[in-house]
Structure formats: structure tokens, C-alpha cells
């Protein structure tokens, strides 16, 4: 049975050339399964060996733990949105179908595709720079300069994790000596054992008594739990307010629709496409409430904005509020002043 996983946010990526295409498929699958059938079709044509020197029948025999650790080993190059989790589920699967089920969780913005040899231009014809990508990346062997990667790429957590895991029950297990003859036994004169003096027990030493120690510091965080960490993935919006979760997905656009994005236990309402952005979305409608409520809400929001800021900014995101009226910004914005927060905020013009 296919896993179904979330599709990329309109405008990511490819930008409206891609959309144009992927809209005009009507399916998503069904274009990505014709632009597999047609480079499956011509490298079963023109491949004159496989990759890891034994042809398809290799391939298929090929055990199934071997083909999910070459799998990780191959999409660990690669940067990945929801940190490699559709990797790791799919990864007992061909490359190829791999590639047709995952591809939609690839960093677009950072990826680029060259059709080096020729081949995919003709299997992907009509299908525009989706299918030139999906065509280069599902072949068995990768030519140089075919995948063009910009910046570091950082091993997404889950697949660093599945390859932990793998390595460990991988390593050959130690295996005990070789049993020898055992030479004959000569009889061997018997000695006293010489009697232990009892070991003197050392009385605790007490505490000094009225000095206060400072309690124990916690140990830094490493490098690979801050990335874990600061891994963006989203997750379902909270709290059931259809016009507030319509407003997040609408305005920043929301790079999951649907979706909060998740950063350090952190759920914020949206995350910018093509940037790294994370958005509070208010739409209360601040021009009815007295003056009490007006004061207890910007003072609630206040301690909110400083925890998601900092949040945000230690994991190299910016950090952008968005309100309904001009009337709300008009008071939030001396209130930030006085508490010391320089926080962009944006008129939304959503409607409850």
C-alpha cells in the first residue's frame, strides 16, 4: 500500500512555471509515475551496466537491509524539509519509487538539475523542470554535475538516526577464542593464605555547615542536538479557529498549508516560503474590547512575542507578527518599544 504524504506548498520550489505544469498533469502521482515510466524505459534501453556492478538481477536480489542503509547513505546528500522522515519510511523501497514518493519533501530552493547526457530531456518532454528533476534524481547511477546542491547540507535527523540504528545491529559480533587442548595437570603444592587485615572504614567528612553551593550546571547542548532541535516540521493546526488558521495559510503563504511549523517544542502559525520566517498570526478584533481588555491583551501578547522571537532567532529564523487592524498595530507597537522588543509587525487585513 503507497504512504500518502503532504504535497509542497503552492509556489515553492519551481515557482509558476512548475505550477502551471503540475496543475495541468490533474494529478501530481500520476505525472511523476509518467515521468518514471519514460526514464525507466529508455535506461533499460541504453545502460549497459549497473551501478553496483551486477546488472538488474543484482538489483533485485539484493537484500533489502543492504538496499535501505544505500538508500539513507544516498538521500544523506541531499537537503530534505521534514528532516528525512519520508526517506526513512520509504527507504525499503527501489530508489526510483523512492524518488516518485519523496520527491515533494526535497529543499527546491536549494537543488538544482542538469540533464547532463541528454536522457531526460526526451523522457520528460512537456513535463518542464519537475520532470527533468525527477527523471535525473530517480537514476540508478548519479553522473557528476547532474545534482547541483547550494550550501551545506545537513543530514536530516531521521535519516542520521536510521543509519545509527542500522550500523549498530550491522557490526559483526566479536566472536570467543578458539577452545585448546588443555595440557596435563601437575600436582601443586598447596600455601596458607596470608590473612587480610580488615581495611579501616573512613568516616564521611561532614559538610561545612551555613554555605550555600550553587547548584550544577547543565551540560551544553552539541552541535547535532541543536540541528535536531532547530529542525522546522510541521504539524496540524491547534486550536480549531478556521479564519485564524485560513488568515496563516493565506498571508505569509504558509509553506505547509494546514499545518503549524514546529521549532524547538515551539508551534508557530506559519513558515514564510522560500525563506526562513515564522509567523504569529493574530486576528482577535481588538477594536471592540474596552480599554481593560485592550491592556491585558497586549500584556499577554507581550510575554508570548518575547518567547517565540527568542525561539525563532536562536534557531536562525526570523521572526514576523501579523495583526488584522491598523488600530492593533497602533497600540502593540509602543508596548514592544517600552519592553525592549524590535519585532516587525504586519497589517493583514483578515477578516473574522
Not at 540504528?165 to 566479536?174: I, L, M, N
Not at 600436582?187 to 547548584?215: I, Y
Not at 514564510?272 to 501578547?301: C, H, M, P, S
Not at 495583526?323 to 508596548?335: C, F, G
Request: glycine residues 8%; hydrophobic residues 40%.
Amino acid at each position: 500500500m503507497l504512504k500518502k504524504h503532504p504535497s509542497p506548498a503552492v509556489g515553492e520550489g519551481s515557482g509558476t512555471q512548475l505550477e502551471a505544469w503540475w496543475s495541468s498533469w490533474g494529478s501530481p502521482r500520476r505525472a511523476v509515475r509518467a515521468v518514471l515510466a519514460s526514464v525507466l524505459g529508455l535506461q533499460l534501453a541504453c545502460a549497459t551496466s549497473y551501478p553496483m556492478g551486477g546488472g538488474a538481477q543484482v538489483a533485485a536480489e539484493e537484500p533489502r537491509e543492504d538496499r535501505v542503509v544505500a538508500n539513507l547513505r544516498r538521500a544523506a546528500k541531499l537537503p530534505w524539509t521534514d528532516g528525512g522522515r519520508c526517506v526513512v519510511e520509504e527507504a525499503g523501497q527501489p530508489w526510483a519509487d523512492l524518488v516518485e514518493r519523496c520527491f515533494y519533501a526535497l529543499d527546491h530552493e536549494r537543488v538544482r538539475f542538469r540533464d547532463t547526457t541528454g536522457r531526460c530531456s526526451v523522457a520528460s518532454a512537456g513535463a518542464g523542470a519537475l520532470g527533468i528533476g525527477v527523471c535525473v534524481l530517480a537514476a540508478p547511477e548519479l553522473v557528476v554535475g547532474a545534482v547541483v546542491v547550494a550550501g551545506v547540507v545537513v543530514v536530516g535527523f531521521a535519516i542520521s538516526e536510521a543509519l545509527e540504528a542500522y550500523e549498530k545491529r550491522g557490526r559483526p559480533q566479536v566472536r570467543p577464542p578458539p577452545t585448546l587442548p588443555v595440557p596435563e595437570a601437575r600436582p601443586v603444592v598447596e600455601t596458607k593464605p596470608v590473612p587480610q587485615q580488615p581495611k579501616k572504614k573512613r568516616r564521611p567528612k561532614p559538610e561545612p555547615a551555613g554555605e550555600d553551593w550553587p547548584p550544577p550546571v547543565p551540560p551544553e547542548p552539541t552541535d547535532r542536538e541543536r540541528e535536531r532541535k532547530c529542525e522546522a516540521f510541521p504539524k496540524k493546526h491547534r486550536g480549531g479557529d478556521k479564519a485564524h488558521d485560513d488568515c496563516a495559510d493565506r498571508y505569509p503563504p504558509n509553506r505547509w498549508p494546514g499545518m503549524d511549523a514546529v521549532v524547538d517544542g515551539k508551534a508557530f502559525d506559519a513558515l514564510q516560503v522560500g525563506v526562513r520566517v515564522l509567523w504569529e498570526i493574530k486576528t482577535d478584533e481588538f477594536g471592540r474590547y474596552n480599554e481593560f481588555v485592550k491592556q491585558q491583551e497586549l500584556a499577554d501578547e507581550l510575554v508570548e512575542f518575547e518567547e517565540e522571537s527568542r525561539i525563532a532567532r536562536a534557531c536562525g529564523y526570523d521572526f514576523v507578527v501579523g495583526v488584522s487592524t491598523e488600530e492593533h498595530k497602533a497600540a502593540l507597537m509602543p508596548a514592544l518599544e517600552e519592553a525592549g522588543l524590535r519585532l516587525e509587525v504586519v497589517v493583514t487585513g483578515c477578516k473574522r
